[in-house]
């Protein structure tokens, strides 16, 4: 959006086995709307999984150094692409853990609780919970077997390199851990456990990504799991996913830029979309490796020019 604009519209035509049209608007003073053909979603949610997607950014690097809760939302964002119910699982679930979170910080005294209320809460979390874990449990393995090929390939295989996923629900029943931890939650004045707080494990040589891997073997990491998010999704949905590729050059340096194209035109990715601010720089990488190329000129938020390169 603009400075001093109070609106956008962003449009996109697509050629899958059908033709199909998206439209996205944003209007500061309501809320975001999607249409699909000129008919405006429902929810947000019935989109997810019509056009998927795998993006590579920066702020990739995140999901090794930050919380919990980015690494959630890559594996949701995942499966929610490739399964519908997944994804109204966990909004009902997550609908249901914002109302037992707000009971819980209202309550004035931990003996003023309502047990009824509290088991009806409960009950609803119990319900929701178990289709995410046992999804969770199946992709996650999935990915990381895509995962470990991929970055043998970028690595060269000197190292060996995994995911593992944790949740407090292998072993335990869900029901139980509230009961248990009723009297804790009334103090914190919110749900202290559930599958709103599984991790995934990031691991090179059995040890922590975080704590021993190198830059290098960072970012190898996470352009491996990437390329396994991109082989998962393939392999569940009938188009192929889009890949886009946002300023890799601000995390990457030219070899690991150039060993990623590679890998992307080696193994056949379907439309790959690359944003950079020197045209140059990928031209080279296009010309040393024959790749066919399309470039769009973008100034002031215009397209200037649309020109194709082959090499």
């Known amino acids: 959006m603009r400075f001093g604009s109070d609106f956008m519209r962003i449009q996109g035509d697509f050629v899958d086995h059908n033709q199909f049209q998206i439209v996205a608007k944003v209007n500061r003073e309501k809320k975001k709307t999607m249409e699909r053909d000129g008919n405006i ?40 692409q490739i399964d519908q119910k997944y994804l ?86 869900f029901q139980d851990i509230l009961l248990a931890n009723q009297e804790k939650d009334c103090i914190l004045g919110r749900t202290s456990s559930g599958i709103h707080r599984d991790d995934l494990i990031f691991e090179i040589e059995g040890k922590s990504l975080r704590n021993i891997g190198s830059q290098g073997q960072q970012k190898s990491f996470i352009l491996a799991l990437k390329i396994a998010q991109y082989d998962v999704l393939s392999h569940h ?13 601000d995390k990457l340096d030219h070899t690991r830029v150039r060993r990623l194209i590679q890998l992307l035109n080696d193994r ?25 190329s399309y470039y769009f000129h973008v100034k002031e938020g215009k397209v200037l020019t649309q020109k194709e390169k082959v090499e």
């Open 237 to 249: 949905v009938t188009s192929t996913p889009i890949v886009l590729l946002d300023d890799i050059f």
């Open 88 to 173: 109204n699982q966990l909004l009902h679930y997550n609908y249901h853990l914002k109302q037992r979170n707000a009971y819980l910080k209202n309550l004035e005294r931990p003996h003023h609780l309502d047990q009824a209320l509290i088991h009806i809460y409960n009950d609803k979390l119990v319900k929701h919970a178990s289709y995410i874990v046992e999804r969770r449990k199946e992709v996650i393995q999935e990915l990381s077997d895509y995962f470990q090929k991929a970055y043998q390939e970028i690595s060269g295989g000197t190292e060996i390199a995994g995911i593992q996923y944790k949740t407090i629900l292998l072993d335990t029943d």
């Open 41 to 80: 979603y429902d929810k947000l949610s019935d989109h997810v999984g019509l056009i998927p997607i795998v993006m590579i950014a920066p702020k990739d690097q995140d999901l090794i150094y930050d919380g919990s809760s980015g690494r959630r939302n890559f594996i949701d964002n995942t499966i929610s």
């Open 268 to 292: 056949s990715f379907g439309q790959v979309f690359i944003t950079d601010t020197e045209q140059d720089r990928l031209g080279n990488i296009f010309s040393q490796l024959g790749i066919h």
